[in-house]
């Protein structure tokens, strides 16, 4: 099932009769020859469809007579070359499609060929692979430095790895004839990117565990995918590694990291490592393959990107186990690239089907506010008694960083934040909210607006006071309390929290959209539009709410924010809805599968509106841009959930 898709026919068909031909000068003399069709040339604006053409020849096992004995002993002492075996063929080769199509360049054509056996040491690779890689070679220069050169992968492919079939054709997988393969490999000119490897191009080991060896290739191109020969199969071809999207993944330059067994049943498995500079970014896509009888099975595939702050990984083999640690710069509610991060080291070790979790490690507070993240991941899970923990180090302990540069009362707001949890947890707030009108600005106004709200009535009053509360007024007298980006005006209010307070005698699956405004309605307070409904089918419904903020907005419909209500520990829990605009519309729920539903909203552009999603898993919300499958939302690999990608504070770091 994993064998690469053969989506270019007449490539396919061409080099095939090339292999099966015995006329190499002649065909590459067509090659360089500009036999190239422009019209099969791959379109500009679609790299999608290019870089899944992972097109590869096929030998069928007639046009290899010997190869099982040539290959069974690992370390089979001399590579023969194949020209006097090869058969001969009348069909007329046809050049690759991706064919330079400039004038024939007779360096590339190869000499002769040797009847006899090459000298043993070094291992000389033979004209025929040689000459492929120097047909690489040449369309790698021929669009050096054109924008066309982010879109030649593939089309290197298809001459490596015909170059790998010629290898295999010819060579027993000696360490000497893989070295020489390696080094010839190495010495093609960089596609777009040169960087230094992390690995080797190509190798060789038994990886499906039947005693004969494979070749696996990263070759360490960009866009070339990697790709892996079994030559037990009856049919030698180039294999694709499973991916999640074929289309994106191995967007970079792949090296084999390690060809060790990292699953402790003594059968070697395949590290592969992708390589992909971004805009500010370097991305490497750490995966690891273990076999089965259908091929290769994906079982670990993290992404390490440095954007913020470096990014690092490791492979250990320490005592005869293997873990994988990842590390990155870990983000959080209020947060930008520039500040200091902490980093999230997790480490993953083999539980005998994936590569698990089993340690996640955040390292200590590195400024104010990556301590204030800390305790709103707490906030905003309900986790009321960590988060005050954390806002009062805020208070009594903050670690002051290049963030004493930002304009920002940290203390300021974790003080409005414990006087909030105060509401929420039924206790006393006064005496809190006194110190936080003292901070004066934005956070002493907010304060003092709930201070005067607060023991008269419900502790519903002082949201109901907030949501009204214009925050240009004039504030009390104090220094501090001034907010700006990345701290965001609506998470300050906290405005869904007071869903919490008013919903607490609503029972799990008593909930509904009526009741929601009833409840919150009989107090003044304004909700907007509400979706009820169990998204997860744990008899647990779930609710986005859309809150009014008091705003000076003119043109458009009211500042709303969408609140994701949701049942924790028996109590209900609100955080904010991710990444929805302030004026987006509830429009249903969708039913994906008999268990499984999203929430619709959509969200009014310009000219254009789009649909968004929200699906819940039970412990995370999953933002959609168009309607999810059940197969995106339960991925059947564990590495295809987004989840596992993100680099963010959750609430138990601490
Ligand atoms: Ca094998
Ligand atoms: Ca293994
Ligand atoms: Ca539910």
Known sequence: MYAISFQDAGRIRTLLRYMLSGGLVVVLMLVVGGCGSSTDRP??????????????????PSARPSMKQETQPVQAAQPAL?????????????????????????????QAQPTSTPAPEPVQLGPEITAWL??????????????????????????????????????????????ALNEAISQLPPLVYAFPTTGQSVAAADID?????????????????????????????????????????????????????????????????????????????????????????????????????????????????????????????YDIKQLPHP?????????GTWFVEIQRTVSPPVSTHDQINRAEAAFWAGAYGPAVSLYTEVITSPVVSEDQDLPIDWEGLARLRISQISLLT???????????????????????????????RNALQPFVALQRLNLKANPPTGNHGHIQFPVDEALVLALGKALEVGLQDVAPDQL???????????????????????????????????????SERIIGPPVNDFWFLRQTENRWVVEPAPVIGDAAIANGIRQISPRRSAFALIEPGAGS?????????????????????????????PFDRRQITECRHQAGDS
């Open 43 to 60: 379109s500009g604006n679609s790299r999608a469809s290019e870089t899944v053409q992972q097109a590869t020849p096929v030998i069928s």
């Open 82 to 110: 194949t020209t006097t075996r090869r058969p001969t063929s009348t069909s007329t080769p046809v050049t690759p499609k991706s064919a330079p199509t400039s004038a024939p360049d007779t360096r590339t054509r190869p």
């Open 134 to 179: 120097d047909q690489s070679a040449r369309l790698i220069n021929e669009v050096s430095g054109t924008s066309e050169a982010l879109r030649t992968g593939p089309d290197v492919q298809v001459l490596l790895n015909t170059a790998i079939l010629a290898f295999l054709d010819g060579h027993s997988l000696t360490t000497e004839s893989m070295a």
């Open 209 to 333: 565990g039947d005693g004969e060896l494979e070749l696996i290739a990263g070759y360490n191109l960009f866009g070339v995918r990697p790709a892996w020969f079994d030559l037990g199969s009856d049919e030698l071809k180039a294999q694709a590694f499973p991916t999640q999207d074929p289309e994106k993944d191995f967007y970079g330059m792949t090296v084999v990291h390690s060809i060790t067994d990292l699953t402790n049943e003594g059968i070697a498995d395949v590290m592969l490592v992708t390589t992909t500079p971004g805009t500010s970014t370097l991305t490497e896509a750490v995966r690891v393959f273990t076999w089965n009888d259908d091929g290769p099975r994906r079982v670990f595939d993290i992404p390490v990107v440095s954007w913020a702050d470096p990014a690092r990984w490791e492979l250990r083999t320490t005592g005869g186990r293997a873990e994988i640690d990842t590390a990155c710069a870990i983000f959080g509610h």
């Open 343 to 351: 980093e999230l080291t997790r480490t993953f070790a083999w539980d």
């Open 426 to 456: 039924g206790t006393n707030a006064s005496s809190e909210l006194k110190h936080v009108v003292q901070r004066g600005g934005v956070i002493g106004l907010i304060g003092q607006t709930m201070l005067d709200s607060t023991g008269t």
């Open 512 to 550: 509904s959209r009526r009741t929601i405004f009833n409840v919150l309605g009989n107090m003044g307070f304004d909700v907007r539009d509400a979706i009820v409904g169990d998204l997860n089918d744990d008899n647990t419904l779930e609710a986005i709410v859309s809150i009014v903020r008091n």
């Open 609 to 637: 509106e789009r649909s968004i999603y929200l699906s819940f898993d039970g412990n995370h919300i999953q933002l959609w841009f168009s309607q999810p499958t059940l197969a995106d939302m339960e991925p059947t690999n």
